[in-house]
């Protein structure tokens, strides 16, 4: 959400309309756009619908510069990779699901290859294929990357396929609709009578439709969670705009579980420019030699950890953040001068970011990139069993938005995009199973789900700050629920956001929606549910880092 955007105003919904399919997939990032190929092949009958709040593209995986992790080269092994998985986790990894993830690796990475995706070529003789990178906590190169956007080249190649699917009539993009509320039987009933939530099964989605003004009630047999991130609840942050947590909070809303929100990753080198608030700089450079320095030039990794620059994500953006506190500077340097790599090699290897730093002044093949840490990765989210699926019936979740155990306390770079794929491809399976089943004892879908209820709300006149109070919330959390915490802090953002939540609350039900309200309300609450956890964790792990149990 840009602040040119937040303060329109709203008009007064034009008009509802109902659609059925049988399988609704909220979001068009590489986990939603993979299970929706995986499922349209398994299932030739299966109509999908895939709803986007933005154009297809947009998402983190867009963004996606380091690549996937999988074993690859012949001296590699799954032992070895479940190891590196285990040790960022800090022991709160699942070991059946990382066992799980990393073996199925290597298939669903081929498959993306077979697909077309065009990772980096290589003609090592211990990987004769494919070129691989080393990131922070992976004790061998297993990184296969397109260049240095390698999320571009996935969800391209992803979106062409699925647009091939679209031709032949099984798939259907809802474009610019945004998810507002899941809808469960509980919800079809009326307002749920006592405290205690049976949300039932899953029926569908309301959708704002924010180039007509309207709500789709759509009405499905499956419904899957592909909804990215929330890096927005941050004030500094490498996410796009759309990472608002919202399929983490309508899960939420519906009754799902919900897990280890107090785990967001910061990405230990943003670019820190004034132009540039969200560029990211990967830690492939460190893979590849590039060292972190203080801005004395001195080095100053190995005093906190024997993997000096390529530890674990949560040691060394906590040990930057040590760093700028005692120095009291605004960033640290990232050198890759340093590393041994010619001014070719650095072009050849991230052209990407080459030009953008170059665009900005910083030439990386003879000065170092100031960077500092920024929210990148929320390790938890909806959760869900080895299949994918939610608490709730007929409801899964895959992506940055689910909760599967595999990261536990602190991702391993790269496995984010694995995760993806492998468990977006378990969704697939599971739900092409689910709909067999539920076609072989009869089912249809015409359960007449209730039309969307605008009640008493009007249309918004007046402009109501959204933009400040966004930023209000974002700085909240930036300040009082950062990469160090304290008991203290965590209770002024709680009384805070519990402010904040009531005023939202208000605008929320007497105004007609839009699409800026509905994200800010969701932020709200995984704002509110990141406090929680955090609060309710007393202990220092992984990248949850409290001084009051250090
Ligand atoms: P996304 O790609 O974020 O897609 C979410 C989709 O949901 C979007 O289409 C969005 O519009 C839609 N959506 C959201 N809310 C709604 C709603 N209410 N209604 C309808 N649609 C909605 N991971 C790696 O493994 N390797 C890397 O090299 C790597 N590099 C990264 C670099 C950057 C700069 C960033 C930001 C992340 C990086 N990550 C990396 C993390 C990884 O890119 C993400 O975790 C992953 O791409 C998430 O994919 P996804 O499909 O779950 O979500
Ligand atoms: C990066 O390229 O540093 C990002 C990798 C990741 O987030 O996994």
């Known amino acids: 959400m840009t602040v040119a955007t937040v303060k329109a105003i709203s ?3 034009a008009h509802k309309a109902k659609r059925r399919s049988s399988v609704l997939i909220i979001g068009s990032g590489i986990a939603g756009l993979f299970c929706a190929i995986k499922l349209a092949r398994l299932n030739k009958n299966t109509k999908i619908l895939i709803a986007s709040k933005a154009d297809l593209i947009e998402g983190s995986s867009k963004y996606a510069q380091g690549g996937i992790a999988s074993v690859w080269s012949k001296i590699d092994t799954f032992d070895q990779h479940i190891a590196d ?11 059946k699901i990382v066992e799980i993830c990393v073996k199925e690796g290597p298939k669903r990475v081929g498959e993306l290859v077979e697909m077309g995706v065009p990772f980096t070529r290589s003609h090592s003789p211990l990987n004769p294929d494919f070129d691989l990178h080393r990131e922070g906590g992976h004790s061998q190169r297993r990184i296969l990357h397109a260049d240095d956007l390698t999320g571009l080249a996935i969800e391209t190649t992803l979106l062409s396929q699925a647009r091939e699917l679209e031709a032949q009539g099984q798939i259907e993009f809802l474009e610019h609709h945004i998810a507002v509320d899941l ?15 049976q949300p039932g099964r899953c029926l569908g ?20 969670i592909a909804t990215g991130g929330a890096g927005k609840a941050y004030l500094y942050t490498t996410n796009p705009d759309v990472a608002t947590g919202d399929g983490i909070a309508i899960a939420y809303r519906a009754g799902a579980e919900v897990g280890n929100l107090e785990f967001m990753q910061f990405h230990p080198t943003c670019l820190f420019h004034p132009k540039e608030r969200t560029f990211l700089i990967s830690e492939a450079l460190r893979g590849e030699g590039a060292i972190l320095k ?37 960033h640290v340097w990232l050198d890759l001068t340093c590393s041994g790599l010619s001014k070719e090699d650095i072009q050849k290897k991230f052209p990407n970011i080459f030009q953008k730093c170059l665009s900005l002044g910083i030439d990386i093949t003879i000065e170092p990139i100031p960077v500092v840490p920024a929210a990148h990765y929320m390790c938890g989210g909806v959760k869900v069993d080895e299949h994918s699926r939610s608490t709730i019936e007929s409801l899964y979740a895959i992506g940055e938005a689910s909760f599967t155990g595999l990261h536990g306390a602190n991702r391993l770079a790269s496995n984010s995009l694995l995760e993806a794929v492998v468990f977006g491809a378990r969704a697939a399976e599971t739900a092409a199973v689910e709909l067999s089943n539920r076609a072989s004892q009869g089912e249809t879908i015409a359960n007449e789900i209730p039309e969307w209820d605008s009640g008493q709300a009007v249309a918004l006149e007046e402009q109501i700050d959204i933009a400040a109070t966004w930023l209000e919330v974002r700085t909240l959390l930036w300040n009082y629920v950062g990469i160090v915490r304290s008991n203290r802090r965590l209770e002024r953002a709680t009384r805070r956001l519990k402010i904040i939540h009531e005023e939202v609350q208000s605008y929320y039900w007497t105004y007609l929606l839009t699409k800026e309200l509905i994200e800010l309300r969701n932020l709200i609450l995984v704002a509110e549910l990141i406090v929680n956890g955090a609060q309710a964790r007393r202990q220092s792990v992984g990248l949850h880092y409290t001084v009051d149990y250090p």
């Open 11 to 13: 008009q007064p919904i």
């Open 85 to 95: 998985t285990l040790e960022a986790g800090a022991g709160l990894c699942d070991p």
């Open 183 to 197: 809808i469960t039987e509980e919800k079809a009933r009326g307002k749920p009578s006592t405290q205690i939530r």
């Open 205 to 224: 989605a309301y959708l704002l439709d924010v180039r007509e003004n309207r709500i789709v009630a759509v009405e499905s047999q499956v419904t899957v």
């Open 294 to 330: 203080n801005l004395a030039g001195e080095s100053f990794m190995e005093k906190h950890h024997p993997l000096g620059c390529l530890a674990p994500r949560d040691i060394v953006a906590r040990a930057i953040d040590k760093e700028m506190k005692r120095t009291g500077d605004k």
